[in-house]
């Protein structure tokens, strides 16, 4: 239990539980926040001062070989690498004899992995559904599905889990979601996953869940030994801010739908043509070694070391950050909410509630800005002048047909008048029809503190809350 003045004479309690004192961690570890109020960490989060000392003083100590020998500083290498995909495991509770681990530069390499094997698993190809949650990375994989794609809500979800056990095998089938939302912070059910796999071992079927946990894993504990999906994605710099560098952990007796095209590129190669003569050289048995071709980040998979080292030094736990940003949400989401003009019309539009309870809602708030006459605020105006004042929130601009009507309350007809004039990505266009075309977004990361949230209320209330009327001449109408 730290403690922490918020700047305005109230002490207030964090209940982080981090080893070290937050104001401590914010002024040795991340100088350059100083000036700075960041709540961006869905997009990146910062990365500590001593990670980056402590890889350095790695680097400088120790020569790392990219290519497998007999020297000794290849070997070095090749136990660090695998040292590092344990305690990778070991960091997502993923027990090493049920599940394996490949790097990968992104979550968006790690989902494409998945869909590209999927694709070429059995020659009609796969039947693909995604979450109306997910961000592009996952939508995009539809272009990979030959069998159908369709879009699902929670509710077609749960239809689909019930009907499996009944069906007839048919073509390899993947469901897609992410563990949560980047765009408002909702945690989806992830025993969908431990369902698939019941439904799919019963009947002997190809059907795969892949859990995006991206923007998850940055702010709680990822727990695969109870969830059980086949196949998550995830990237490290969403959690310690550096090295960029993704994973995709699969569930090894899911690893049977991901065999690889064979290419020779200077990495393994299982089977080598001499000559006329077709020789197998080694059968790799592990599912990484089968998957990482070519040269991996070896230097990035050296950084992580330092990085999960020095988390848990500054940290503890990703269970300590899970309580630290929950309770920093949930105060910030009551101040959003009470916010009211002189009329006691609200300043707030917010997307999401219950941010008390963690298991549904994660530290990311979406919203807009009404002023008292109920017109919407354009969200880049917010952005810019936040920017002005050193604070750090993102407009997001809504691409997702999904989200447009789950969050934003589009109809199909606004939609698709949207997508006749104009791109819905397109900042240009704050509000369509007198709705918005997208949100802003907070979202809180390990270090974000009390006075952070205490200046970003400040500034809300000082720029947005009209506390009496105001003239509003005719031609701004
Ligand atoms: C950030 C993010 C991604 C993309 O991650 P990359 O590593 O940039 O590919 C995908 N999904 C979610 C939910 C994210 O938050």
Redesign the pocket.
């Known amino acids: 239990m730290t403690k922490c003045s918020t700047g305005k004479g109230i002490t207030t309690k964090y209940d982080g539980g981090y080893g070290t004192d937050l104001e401590t961690i914010r002024k040795n570890e991340y100088p350059l926040l100083k000036e700075t109020i960041y709540l961006d960490h869905?997009?990146k989060t910062p990365y500590a001062k001593s990670l980056i000392e402590s890889f350095s003083q790695d680097m400088m100590s120790n020569q790392f070989e990219n290519l497998q020998s007999m020297s000794l500083s290849s070997q070095q290498t090749t136990k660090r690498r695998e040292d590092v995909r344990l305690r990778a495991l070991e960091f997502f509770n993923a027990d090493p004899n049920e599940f394996d681990l490949i790097f990968v530069?992104?979550?968006?390499?790690?989902?494409k992995l998945v869909a590209e094997c999927l694709r070429d698993l059995d020659p009609r190809g796969f039947q693909y559904r995604y979450h109306m949650d997910?961000?592009?990375?996952?939508v995009g994989v539809r272009e990979l599905a030959n069998m159908g794609s369709q879009c699902v809500r929670d509710i077609d979800v749960d239809a689909w889990i019930s009907e499996l056990s009944s069906k007839q095998s048919g073509p390899p089938k993947l469901l897609a979601f992410?563990?949560?939302?980047?765009l408002n912070g909702r945690r989806l059910p992830v025993h969908w996953c431990k369902q698939i796999r019941a439904a799919a071992s019963e009947k002997g079927q190809n059907i795969f869940s892949l859990l995006?946990?991206?923007?998850?894993v940055?702010t709680a504990p990822l727990d695969l030994k109870e969830w059980a999906p086949d196949f998550t994605?995830a990237?490290f710099?969403?959690i310690f801010g550096f090295p960029d560098l993704?994973a995709l952990i699969i569930r090894k007796s899911a690893a049977q739908a991901l065999k690889r095209p064979k290419v020779i590129d200077g990495g393994p190669v299982d089977q080598v043509p001499v000559s006329g003569l077709h020789w197998d050289a080694t059968k790799k048995t592990s599912v990484h070694e089968r998957l990482e071709d070519g040269t991996i980040r070896f230097h990035s998979i050296i950084a992580l070391d330092a990085a999960f080292e020095t988390h848990r030094r500054l940290y503890g736990s990703m269970t300590n950050i899970s309580a630290h940003t929950g309770l920093l949400a949930k105060q910030l989401y009551r101040k959003l909410s009470l916010f009211r003009h002189f009329n006691s019309t609200k300043v707030c539009r917010i997307y999401q509630s219950g941010y008390g309870d963690r298991a549904l809602q994660g530290p990311i708030i979406a919203f807009n800005i009404k002023n008292s006459r109920g017109d919407w605020i354009p969200k880049t105006d917010v952005e810019r002048l936040a920017a002005a004042q050193g604070i750090r929130l993102r407009s997001v601009s809504v691409c997702n047909p999904g989200v447009l009507t789950s969050s934003l309350r589009w109809r199909k007809e606004d939609i698709r008048r949207q997508y006749a004039a104009t791109l819905p990505c397109d900042d240009r266009h704050n509000t369509l029809n007198e709705l918005p075309t997208g949100v802003l977004r907070i979202s809180l990361g390990a270090m974000t503190s009390l006075t952070d949230i205490d200046i970003l209320i400040q500034f809300i209330e000082d720029t947005y809350v009209e506390k009496a009327p105001r003239f509003f001449g005719r031609n701004l109408r």
């Open positions: 869905t997009g530069p992104s979550t968006t390499n790690a989902i997910s961000c592009s990375s996952i992410p563990a949560q939302s980047n995006d946990a991206a923007s998850f940055s994605a990237s710099f969403k993704g």
